[in-house]
């Protein structure tokens, strides 16, 4: 009798080596054996020095870092293990102790492979056990993982973590084996439009497999585009020929050597060097720069190609280690907040897109995506819930439900396509899936009509979270369209403020009286301090209110608000720009607090803080209190709803 | 321990062995501990919703022990049963004389109460199987199951915010819930594959849950 759970994970497993080099009958027997295990984020797998396990690993689902401690003891993610990555095989080789800490990133599940069962295996089926040899020998996991990703994933870049530095240049250098390759006579547009649909900037003429030419963007922009040769003719016109080749052991610094002596900046790289055989693949200086590790404009790229919801993901990772090195090195949060706003805000747009290409049939009318809350706000910068709604052009009564189908289905992908990327689900359901936020730009004016005129404490809370939307893909003037409303309705309505007044007041400065921390009075979080409900919302909150009453559009980052507020008046500029400082310095203190303890840096140990942080922190609720008091003042409001 | 067997005896004189064997495993008392105590999570697939007239076709569990779960100690059995419903076929793919090597009713209880012992059971919407296994036992002449129950649809509500946006008496099933924790749904409708997704999301929801108490009884406690 099979068990068909086993059947399932000896399914998972022959997608990933060493497990597929086996055989089915072999898996499913490992299948029956293996333990699966749950790790919350931030839990412990095994640690450094700890006694060896009984079993190796495979994440099934989530993510591990593999992490060495540092000089000082700080651990340092050397690897970050992800779906298919085994780790853990040092019991396979020897009795000694575990040298890393193998931790879970986001919430996992592990399969755990009984090494009894498996070690017949890997001594008997050479395969498996070179794979392991090796994966072991390069001390962290998975020795195929570069090129075999390069093999299952289409024209894309692979970025890597972490390499040598000083060994970087004699390294093998990074080829993309899925180049774009036409014949000789094929016309000059349909290949522009091969290069632009697979985003790549060269093709490799050939014939018979073999390279006799390359054509590059500029080469189209030089011949092409001034004229010179006619966009119906053949392609063999403009291209570069011969073309340079080399064979597959080239490295870096060896291409980097060619390139700068012909001046080019393609290597084509054939079975044995030459141009007599068979194309194997491409090499660009791009490729070169790319990988040499993170860099923003890279990762903004690897967003644009990322052909899958799982690229998508390991990209997100890539994100956490920029942002972490970033705050390691101090750069200004300003700065960095922008970037990976941007980050985000691509893989946003990349995930709509592709879930419109996706659907098969085109959107019935111009619509806009907006996204709400931190990310509107540019603020968010570790992974959080995600709240978005959806607003599309007006249609007549009949098409309306139809259209609202049709941009529900579309939402519902893309949300739970975030979801899977690492942005979890709003547990208010604020989310563009829902009927409620999937609106036409008339019902939408409606509504925040609505909630303005009604503006009990619920309404209220909806205009905190809805008036910070920025549009994240679609078309401007419909959100223009809702911001020119927003302001119209507002007008005059100071009753309304006054009501956003007192909540933004509700919660106070979070200093007690003897100027001692005001933390959770009960339940989970007990005696934890709540950076985000005490510190980073007041700010928040006022900003808001204060950009509202002064009808100042189109800036919606709290700091950049109290900077705007600096400069609208004068007399309160000092005010002002301590809030902007602590806005930054909030956030920045929950960003590291968060990548710290793997999780969303909202709650807080004061025992975990040095005594400069806690002086860094009440200086910023000083501020707090400052300009709640301006608020009490200017808006009349009390603490009473 | 031949005394405490002797009383036993006394209560279930004219019940068979399995069943003693089971009822004295609740002797021993459940440990405090979440982390320390073990949770059978099952699922039936049954011929339809009817408590009376329709029969179980298989049972699926899988044990949790310290949020792991050993393969090579699930369960699964497929049922011989009379009664046969071709519209719920399309749901769980069960047809009668299939080629799975199936056992009697008696059989399949026998196996299973062997398996749960004392732990604490863990189903989807646990009334309803839980009631489909009660109805079997009595068809048998047997009393009812005396474990404890706990159930994910219950748990999962508990998680959800407290907020007046969204609907807080709402009903999740299983596959809704399984997509907001990003959790394959491949093996759906056979009893296994539903238990071991069930047994996914309840490792999930207890370190969702911890906040309402380290011990299995603040766990048993959470109601609607």
Redesign the interface.
């Known amino acids: 009798?099979k068990?068909?759970?086993?059947v399932?994970?000896a399914?998972f497993l022959s997608h990933f080596p060493p497990f597929s080099l086996l055989d089915q009958d072999q898996l499913e027997l490992i299948?029956?054996?293996?333990?699966?295990?749950?790790?919350?984020q931030g839990k412990m797998i095994f640690a450094k020095d700890e006694k060896v396990h009984d079993y190796f690993y495979i994440v099934q689902?989530g993510a591990v870092d593999l992490q060495k401690m540092g000089e000082n003891e700080d651990p340092e993610t050397i690897d970050k293990c992800d779906e298919g990555d085994v780790f853990g095989l040092r019991p396979l080789f020897a009795k000694e102790n575990y040298q890393l800490n193998a931790i879970a990133d986001e919430?996992s599940?592990v399969y755990?492979i009984p090494l009894e069962i498996f070690k017949p295996y890997a001594i008997s089926n050479p395969n498996v056990g070179n794979f392991l040899m090796e994966s072991f020998a390069s001390n962290a996991r998975n020795p195929y993982s570069e090129e075999y990703r390069g093999k299952l994933i289409a024209d894309e870049e692979d970025i890597s973590l972490n390499k040598k530095e000083a060994l970087f240049e004699l390294q093998p250098i990074p080829i993309i084996k899925k180049m774009v390759t036409v014949a000789p006579n094929t016309c000059i547009q349909k290949a522009a439009t091969l290069m632009s649909k697979k985003r790549v900037g060269s093709v490799i003429v050939v014939e018979d497999k073999k390279p006799v030419g390359i054509v590059t963007d500029v080469d189209i922009r030089e011949l092409v585009a001034t004229g010179r040769v006619p966009i119906s003719g053949m392609i063999s016109e403009v291209m570069n020929s011969p073309v340079i080749c080399y064979s597959k052991g080239l490295t870096i610094a060896q291409a980097q050597l060619t390139m700068m002596k012909h001046n080019i900046n393609h290597i084509c790289i054939t079975k044995d060097g030459t141009p007599n055989t068979k194309v194997k693949g491409i090499v660009s200086e791009h490729d070169i720069i790319v990988s040499q590790g993170n860099n923003p404009a890279v990762l903004m790229k690897a967003i644009n190609r990322a052909g899958s919801t799982k690229k998508l993901k390991k990209i997100r990772n890539k994100i956490n280690i920029l942002l972490n090195g970033y705050l390691r090195s101090n750069i200004p949060l300003s700065h960095i907040s922008n970037i990976v706003f941007e980050l985000n805000d691509a893989t946003i747009k990349r995930t709509i897109q592709r879930c419109i290409e996706k659907i098969d049939q085109p959107t019935p009318v111009k619509f806009a995506w907006m996204s709400l809350g931190s990310q509107g706000r540019k603020e968010q910068l570790l992974n959080t819930d995600q709240d978005n709604a959806l607003v599309f052009e007006d249609v007549p009564e009949e098409k309306l439900e139809e259209t609202r189908a049709y941009f529900l289905k579309l939402a519902t992908k893309v949300t739970?396509r975030l979801?899977?990327i690492g942005y979890e689900?709003c547990?208010?359901?604020?989310m563009a899936r829902n009927p409620k936020y999937c609106l036409s730009l008339s019902e939408w004016k409606e509504q925040f009509s609505d909630w303005v005129t009604t503006s009990g404490n619920?309404e209220i809370l909806?205009c905190q979270i809805f008036f910070d939307f920025d549009i994240s893909y679609g078309d401007v003037r419909l959100t223009n369209s809702l911001s020119d409303h927003i302001f119209d309705i507002l007008k005059g309505n100071r009753n309304f403020l006054n009501r956003l007044a007192a909540q933004a007041l509700r919660n106070p400065s979070p200093l007690g009286f003897f100027r001692q921390f005001l933390v959770e009075q009960d339940?989970?979080?007990k005696d934890l301090f709540d950076i985000k409900k005490r510190g980073i919302m007041p700010l928040t909150d006022a900003a808001r209110l204060l950009i509202l009453e002064h009808r100042v559009k189109n800036i919606s980052n709290t700091s950049e608000r109290f900077e705007k507020l600096a400069q609208l008046e004068p007399n309160n500029k000092e005010i002002y720009q301590a809030c902007a400082y602590s806005s930054r310095a909030l956030i920045k203190f929950r960003t590291k607090q968060g990548l710290k303890h793997k999780d969303n840096g909202r709650f807080i140990n004061l025992e975990d803080l040095s005594k400069e942080d806690k002086i860094k922190l009440k200086r910023c609720f000083k501020t707090i209190k400052e300009i709640q008091e301006l608020i009490k003042v200017r808006f009349e409001a009390t603490y009473y709803l | 321990m031949i005394g405490k067997w002797f009383k036993k005896k006394k209560v279930h004189d004219d019940l068979p062995y399995f069943w003693q064997n089971y009822a004295s495993s609740f002797e021993e008392k459940l440990p405090e501990k979440i982390s320390e105590v073990r949770f059978v999570v099952f699922d039936t697939e049954t011929t339809g919703f009817d408590f009376e007239e329709d029969r179980i076709l298989s049972i699926?569990a899988?044990r949790i022990e310290n949020?792991?779960?050993?393969?090579?100690d699930?369960f699964?059995v497929f049922l011989d049963q009379d009664r046969f419903n071709p519209d719920t076929v399309k749901i769980h793919g069960i047809i009668q004389n299939e080629k799975?090597?199936k056992i009697s009713e008696l059989g399949a209880l026998k196996k299973f109460l062997n398996y749960i012992q004392n732990s604490v059971l863990v189903a989807h919407h646990a009334g309803f199987d839980i009631k489909m296994i009660n109805k079997a036992l009595s068809r048998n002449g047997l009393p009812k199951l005396k474990n404890k129950v706990l159930d994910t649809a219950v748990l999962y509500r508990k998680t959800?915010?407290i907020?007046?946006?969204?609907d807080r008496d709402k009903v999740y099933s299983l596959d809704e819930i399984a997509?907001?924790y990003?959790?394959?749904l491949?093996?759906r409708h056979?009893a296994?594959?539903d238990?071991?997704i069930t047994?996914?999301v309840f490792?999930?929801l207890l370190?969702r849950l911890?906040?309402h108490g380290p011990n299995l009884k603040d766990l048993l406690k959470i109601r609607k």
């Open positions: 009798m068990n068909s759970v086993a399932r994970i399914d299948a029956g054996e293996v333990k699966v295990m749950y790790f919350e689902k919430e599940v755990a739970k979801n899977i689900f547990p208010a359901e604020m619920d909806l339940g989970e979080k | 699926g899988v949020k792991s779960i050993e393969i090579s699930s699964e799975f090597e959800r915010i907020t007046n946006f969204i997509e907001a990003n959790i394959d491949i093996d056979t296994s594959g238990a071991y047994a996914l490792m999930k370190s911890k906040g």
